[in-house]
């Protein structure tokens, strides 16, 4: 038989093993694995209401992190400074308020000298009455700790800003320590909130000239309350997004270019510009370009905000780590299973997570090694550092060092994250810095790139740069939003990216979750627990805290199994994933809610699992005849 003819029937027996195994492996249905959660769409008022309520409980939770934290740094400081001399007390006490700035004072008392030292010893000064409420509870800390008792006082107000005392004692009764915590942190989670959740405008027209369109129809509305958010999309009004139709302009074109719209250099991404006019608006270039330039395409230049809302496996080995805020804040893990996926895969230092977000801290004590280098896309040669909060908190869900003893645990043990800011102090980023990011993290290695960010306008600019990753066999997971609506967002509804919806800790839909048809998975995202600024840990509810984790499992899968391709992990999510809502896939939920442990399970070590096995023949029949058609 000629090789030809060796060829066609090789061809044929594939086809019919394809469609025999598609067939004998189609998954059952599992009794005991489904859940019946129902989703509800709350209306404007009752999403004001319900979203109002999570940022309180945001807020709530962050406190109790907080104190949790303080708490076992004071224990630290008290078993490493006993019997020390005093200037190395004084040195211990100015290393933990310089990592810790929210450590306002420290008081280290020496019962056995009755000698007092006193770090950062002005208290802050307010009225009468809030500084007679405050020697109040630090007299109250005093009378605690001199009989032997932690002290822990209630929030208190001292001109603008919010404070409690924290005392402890050392087990012999020697030494004892009283600290005044700053909690500027609650105040920064409210407003980091206010604008996640949508509660407010966001952003305010007037920063960057920025202007906001109908998504449907691109005519101009004005953002008045956090829910319009769900019609809008955010765009620079003097700034257009430029493709031509013959690849790229002449320098003598550019410079037409310049004279007539009266603009600097543009900016140069693929085969787009971005154009800045000094003159004309958005709709003045638009039709400039159209009836000069005739271009393939013209867009606005769009703004992408923050998206921060009977068991089978009985037999699977449940690790739980030490982590200080796991046991009692971290239920997002148990919940998706990963103290049994754990088993299975704690992740690799090859497969790299991109977070492209707002940065991310680079010194904080739970994040020490788990970050690459990172790149900074809104301010060219800085490094990638967080002055929001979001990339931070977002790294932290994906890969806080875990059994450290310290803080949360990261779903990833051991895979690299790779920073990239894309989004600006307020949290919003344009289609270039985006796109920027995505391109940059697919030629810097990243095997996984995660989007906690959005807007409703369907971008070319932004599409071309998520072909670009996902035709580099990169999987991109992005949060949905969390505006309550059906409206699809972007980059989410991409083909090629996973949407993710979130959930909360009953398994039912978030009430800020956006939903629709293009929802891929769910995962939990109301009061998450993770890394923030100023090495401090916060909660915060979004779908941009439920994407990192699907992105996270999609680093532990391809460490488990590099031979899978971007396509087979996103459906291995979501075959795996625990059903929700209605029977199959369903808008609120899409496939269900993500299960580490199955996932992984199913990922196997093997080459290519056999639940994806007629897939991968199916695409190795397509390369080898488009291989043929080559040849001939």
């Not at 395409?297 to 068991?311: G, I, K, R, S």
């Not at 095997?447 to 932004?462: E, H, P, R, T, W």
């Not at 096995?613 to 390369?623: D, M």
């Amino acid at each position: 038989m000629s090789r030809k003819n060796l060829t066609v029937a090789g061809l044929v027996t594939a086809a019919f093993t394809v469609v025999l195994l598609t067939f004998v492996l189609r998954p059952a249905e599992e009794p005991g694995l489904k859940q019946t959660a129902q989703a509800t769409v709350p209306n404007p008022s009752q999403e004001k209401t319900v979203k109002k309520t999570n940022l309180v409980q945001d807020v709530s939770a962050t406190d109790r992190l907080n104190r949790t934290d303080v708490s076992k740094h004071l224990r630290t400081m008290l078993a490493e400074t006993h019997g020390v001399p005093p200037q190395d007390i004084s040195a211990y006490a100015q290393r933990l308020q310089q990592g810790h700035g929210h450590i306002t004072m420290l008081m280290w008392i020496d019962y056995r000298t009755h000698k007092t030292s006193t770090f950062k010893s002005l208290l802050p000064e307010g009225t009468d009455q809030e500084n007679k409420q405050l020697r109040k509870y630090l007299n109250s800390a005093k009378a605690a700790i001199k009989g032997h008792q932690s002290y822990e006082s209630p929030s208190f107000i001292i001109g603008d800003k919010k404070y409690y005392f924290m005392a402890q004692r050392d087990q012999e009764g020697n030494i004892a320590v009283i600290a005044l915590i700053n909690q500027k942190i609650l105040d920064r989670v409210a407003d980091h909130q206010l604008k996640n959740l949508r509660l407010i405008p966001y952003p305010k027209e007037g920063n960057y000239r920025v202007e906001s369109v109908h998504t449907d129809t691109l005519k101009d509305i004005t953002v008045k309350t956090g829910h319009d958010n769900e019609n809008a999309s955010h765009f620079y009004e003097n700034e257009i997004v430029v493709r031509f139709k013959n690849g790229h302009p002449t320098a003598g074109q550019l410079q037409t270019i310049a004279a007539d719209i009266r603009c600097k250099e543009p900016r140069k991404l693929g085969y787009a510009y971005i154009f800045r006019s000094d003159k004309m608006t958005y709709s003045q270039l638009k039709t400039y370009f159209t009836r000069k330039w005739s271009p393939e395409y013209t867009e606005p230049h769009y703004m992408y905000l923050t998206n921060d809302a009977v068991d089978e496996n009985t037999g699977a080995k449940v690790i739980t780590p030490n982590d200080l805020l796991f046991s009692t804040y971290q239920w997002n893990l148990p919940a998706i299973e990963t103290e049994q996926g754990w088993n299975l895969s704690k992740g690799s230092k090859e497969v790299i997570v991109a977070v492209v977000d707002t940065g991310v801290q680079a010194s904080h004590p739970d994040l020490k090694g788990q970050l690459l280098t990172g790149y900074n896309a809104i301010t060219n040669g800085s490094t990638p550092d967080d002055d929001v909060g979001h990339g931070t908190h977002v790294a932290g869900i994906i890969g806080a060092l875990t059994n450290n003893e310290e803080g949360v645990a990261g779903i990833s043990w051991y895979n690299k994250i790779l920073p990239i800011k894309a989004l600006d102090n307020s949290g919003a980023g344009t289609t270039y810095s985006v796109a920027e990011g995505i391109i940059w993290a697919a030629d810097n290695g990243a095997k996984v790139i995660n989007l906690s960010l959005g807007n409703y306008a369907d971008s070319q600019f932004l599409h071309d740069a998520i072909k670009y990753a996902y035709d580099r066999d990169i999987v991109i997971v992005s949060a949905s939003g969390n505006d309550n609506t059906e409206r699809p967002g972007y980059p989410a509804a991409y083909e090629e990216v996973l949407a993710v919806a979130a959930t909360n800790s009953t398994g039912e839909r978030a009430s800020f979750s956006n939903y629709g048809e293009y929802i891929d998975v769910a995962a939990p995202g109301e009061s998450i627990a993770s890394t923030y600024p100023d090495n401090q840990y916060a909660a915060l509810s979004g779908t941009s805290m439920a994407s990192p984790h699907v992105a996270a499992l999609a680093g532990l899968v391809r460490s488990l199994n590099p031979a899978l391709t971007n396509k087979e992990v996103m459906q291995l999510m979501t075959a795996n994933a625990v059903d929700l809502g209605d029977a199959g896939h369903d808008k609120y939920y899409g496939w269900g809610q993500v299960d580490i442990y199955k996932t992984l399970r199913a990922a196997g070590g093997s080459d290519v699992p056999l639940q994806l096995f007629p897939q991968h023949v199916g695409q190795q029949l397509k390369s080898l005849q488009q291989s043929l058609e080559n040849n001939h």
